[in-house]
């Protein structure tokens, strides 16, 4: 059983900054160790849309959006994604889900963690 667990939303001004990070757990062993993670967002009444991903190779992808103000990371024995946001703005507002996707294995998504961006 996989469980992906996410921390660090929250509530911030414009212009701030959050850091999310989420972290796959697992039986040792049980998840390959060729995998991509990633951060997804939805916004009340849209789809879900890609925020961010990376791969266990290094290999990043990011949202038009995105413009620069994100960055995410990896540790990837520790199955651990984080995900650097930078000059948030209000349409940033939305709960982040984690993905985690390993090489010829089921997906996982994290249960989402609300982003608040507001004065």
């Known amino acids: 059983q996989v469980q992906l667990v996410e921390s660090g939303g929250g509530l911030v001004q414009p212009g701030g900054s959050l850091r999310l990070s989420c972290t796959a757990s697992a039986a040792s062993g049980s998840i390959s160790s060729r995998y991509m993670m990633g951060w997804y967002r939805r916004v009340p009444g849209q789809w879900r849309e890609l925020v961010a991903t990376i791969h266990s190779d290094g290999t990043t992808r990011y949202a038009d959006f995105v413009d620069g103000r994100f960055t995410i990371s990896m540790q990837a024995a520790r199955y651990t994604v984080d995900l650097q946001m930078s000059g948030l703005k209000p349409e940033d507002t939305a709960v982040y889900y984690c993905?985690?996707?390993?090489?010829?294995?089921?997906?996982?998504w994290g249960p989402g963690i609300q982003v608040n961006v507001s004065s």
């Open positions: 993905h985690l996707r390993p090489y010829l294995q089921d997906e996982h």
